[in-house]
Nanobody, 121 residues
């Protein structure tokens, strides 16, 4: 059974940093593109970043220069380092695993339950 379990969310102030983690089991992430998406109630899920199995990364424009996605294949874990957080970054952040190198959520097979990030102004 594949599980992706996110952690590291919380309530922070604007300008602060957080590091999200996504621990995988039942799947070897070294063979997958790992991604982070975020969702605000009432809005569609938004692509945030991906890290392909080959090491290619991509980010949504609104987080470029502030967020960094990385992975530790030995720990089967992917991370999202979020710096200079803004109130508009408030969302539930979910990690996902897929075979394609793509920003579309439809191409990702496995999903975590998400972790809440709240950034106060």
């Amino acid at each position: 059974q594949v599980q992706l379990v996110e952690s590291g969310g919380g309530l922070v102030q604007a300008g602060d940093s957080l590091r999200l983690s996504c621990a995988a089991s039942g799947v070897t992430i070294s063979s997958y593109t790992m991604a982070w998406f975020r969702q605000v109630p009432g809005k569609e899920s938004e692509f945030v970043a991906f890290h392909s199995w080959s090491g290619f990364t991509n980010y949504v424009d609104s987080v470029k220069g502030r967020f960094t996605i990385s992975r530790d294949n030995a720990k089967n874990t992917v991370y999202l380092q979020m710096n200079s957080l803004k109130p508009e970054d408030t969302a539930v952040y979910s990690c996902a695993a897929g075979r394609s190198i793509n920003t579309s959520r439809r191409t990702y097979t496995y999903w975590g339950q998400g972790t809440q990030v709240i950034v106060s102004s």
